[in-house]
């Protein structure tokens, strides 16, 4: 996500954009929806379950929206317990009784499961062995502390200044986001929003001996602490998962962020743009030029190819300014390339446990590739031939897995070279929740797929997983544009369409319009929404 303040732009007010990467659920985790009543007045993206808008939308007065901060608020405690039982565990030099209950968990079909939670002052226990007397209890954020985030949504909505909106995150626990949000005043910020445990450096790392009390939390990060942008020089905020606080914040974070890339191809967009609108926004939305792929295209056009089918490789490559294009070749060669010399370099680190780590989920092992991936990319631009296996300088593995990608293009697309365009090969899969359960109804409940731009480090997003290649599995699952001068003027898409249902026709509707890169109008003036309005539906309570 991104905020200009008025001095680069033509209104002369902020503008805010950006949008939410993740995986394409089916129904879609984001619908449009614009609510009214004598207390405010706002429009956003909802998410299911969620009362208001916690992460995208505006009323009169501001605007906010969201990114995943990457914070580390969570910790694991290696409990000892005693002779074999987990009735108590040890804290200090005593024994202490945990808290043992039973949950019982109902199921549709009638049948119900009574599982035994056990807790200790950590947290829960989520992995025990009363045999060896150990177990691993959790401590997180959220259930440290009162979890107060709901209470924050109706301060959120009533704003009418950054100055509220900040205050309205005081209560904020979890998740912990990059909130960027700006007012019709002018101003804009950026706030660290959650709550950032403190506690020793080990706990960053990993599990601690929950014992010795050596690794207590110590309270957290004071609200007035966390990290704050308010109207910086440069006339814009920028986050994209990636590292916000400077070197000199005295206070832990995380670790790992994601990698610049995204974040830099934004900046270096914003940085020429003086008089921007609404239209400059969506291109930076359009944006497909990936920064590694200008960096590994550097070494591929110095190799000496192995073979007469990486030969045509080089030569597609040459020129090529590296934007993912769904109609180009180039992307297809150079994604089938990485793809092979990410392999090459994982198995030489990683060795027998590339499998494994290939095909983990969630976030804690894809994460740790995205970071040795991103060291792979940092390591080709500084020549820094350390990573590679023996013997190897860069020009050789490169001229590897240039043979080897092409090789595995020619067998997957065949030997036409010039129908391998990105979208043939690149393109979203949505299948909804039900449809692997009722196959029949797999072709009504599944919306269409559409190929893509992009990659997994551009702005217009389309990563895709090293053993689904190149199967788009993360993308945009909205975009929006808020116009602070105008708020009828503000931009708004969803992939799929603003109903859930599979019959409706709004079931999908949006998804050309989406794939195009393109976005419908955010009326948020009330009067030309019911002149606009296909159907109105009104509730009446019924009268006995």
């Known amino acids: 996500n991104w905020a200009l303040m008025g001095s680069r732009t033509a209104s002369g007010k902020p503008l805010v954009a950006g949008d939410p990467h993740r995986p394409l659920d089916t129904p879609n985790v984001y619908y449009q929806n614009h609510i009214a009543c004598p ?47 987990l009735d108590y565990y040890q804290w200090k030099d005593n024994w202490r009784a945990a808290d043992l209950h039973l949950e019982t968990i109902r199921s549709k079909s009638g049948k119900s499961i009574d599982l035994e939670v056990i807790v200790t002052h950590h947290g829960s226990i989520i992995i025990d062995d009363p045999s060896s007397n150990y177990g691993i209890a959790f401590k997180h954020s959220g259930t440290s502390s009162p979890n107060k985030w709901s209470q924050c949504l109706p301060q959120m909505l009533r704003s009418r200044s950054v100055k ?20 019709v005043t002018g101003n804009v910020e950026y706030l660290n929003r959650g709550r950032l445990p403190v506690r020793p450096d080990l706990n960053h790392w990993l599990p601690v001996p929950g014992s010795s009390g050596e690794y207590e939390w110590e309270g957290f990060v004071p609200f007035e602490e966390q990290v704050r942008i308010k109207n910086p020089e440069t006339g814009y905020i920028v986050t994209a998962n990636n590292k916000i606080a400077p070197d000199s914040y005295p206070h832990y974070i995380a670790l790992h962020f994601s990698p610049e890339y995204r974040a830099r191809s934004i900046k270096n967009l914003l ?127 490169a001229a590897t897995a240039l043979s080897n990608g092409m090789t595995w293009l020619k067998v997957t697309l065949g030997d036409q070279i010039d129908t391998w365009q990105w979208g043939r090969v690149h393109s979203t899969k949505p299948q909804h929740t039900l449809s692997a359960t009722f196959q029949a ?6 919306p ?52 859930g249902h599979p019959g409706s026709q709004h079931y999908s509707d949006q998804t050309p319009i989406w794939a195009a890169g393109e976005v419908l109008p955010m009326l948020y003036d009330w009067d030309k929404i019911r002149e606009e309005a296909q159907d109105i539906q009104q509730l009446k309570k019924r009268v006995r």
Request: proline letters at 6%; aromatic letters at 10%; a negative charge.
């Open 39 to 85: 207390e405010f007045d706002a429009i956003g993206l909802s998410f299911p379950g969620c009362p208001g808008f916690p992460h995208f939308g505006h009323n009169a007065h501001v605007a906010w929206c969201v990114t995943h901060a990457q914070a580390d608020y969570q910790d694991l405690y290696i409990e000892r317990f005693k002779d074999g039982s």
């Open 164 to 183: 509220d909106m900040d205050e309205a995150m005081l209560e904020w626990v979890d998740p912990g986001n990059n909130f960027v949000f700006a007012d």
């Open 271 to 397: 940085d020429k743009l003086n008089k921007a609108t609404v239209e400059d926004m969506l291109s930076i939305h359009a944006e497909a030029r990936s920064i590694p792929a200008q960096v590994y295209t550097k070494i591929i056009g110095q190799i000496e190819p192995q073979d007469e089918i990486s030969a045509r490789g080089k030569a597609e490559l040459e020129g090529w300014d590296g934007t993912m294009d769904k109609n180009s070749i180039a992307p297809t060669i150079y994604s089938a390339f990485k793809r092979e010399l990410e392999w090459m370099l994982l198995e030489h680190h990683l060795g027998p446990m590339i499998g494994e780590a290939l095909s983990s989920t969630g976030r804690g092992g894809p994460m740790h590739l995205a970071q040795m991936r991103a060291s792979f990319v940092t390591a080709a631009e500084n020549s820094d031939s350390t990573i590679l296996p023996n013997g190897q300088d860069w020009n050789s593995v």
């Open 441 to 446: 109804l797999a072709p009504l409940l599944d």
């Open 448 to 499: 269409p797929s559409v190929p893509m731009n992009g990659d997994g480090d551009t702005p217009h997003a389309g990563s895709y997983a090293q053993t689904d290649p190149f199967t788009v599995n993360g993308c945009s699952t909205a975009r929006y544009v808020f116009d602070l001068s105008d708020w009828d003027n503000s931009r708004w898409v969803t992939p799929l369409g603003s109903s």
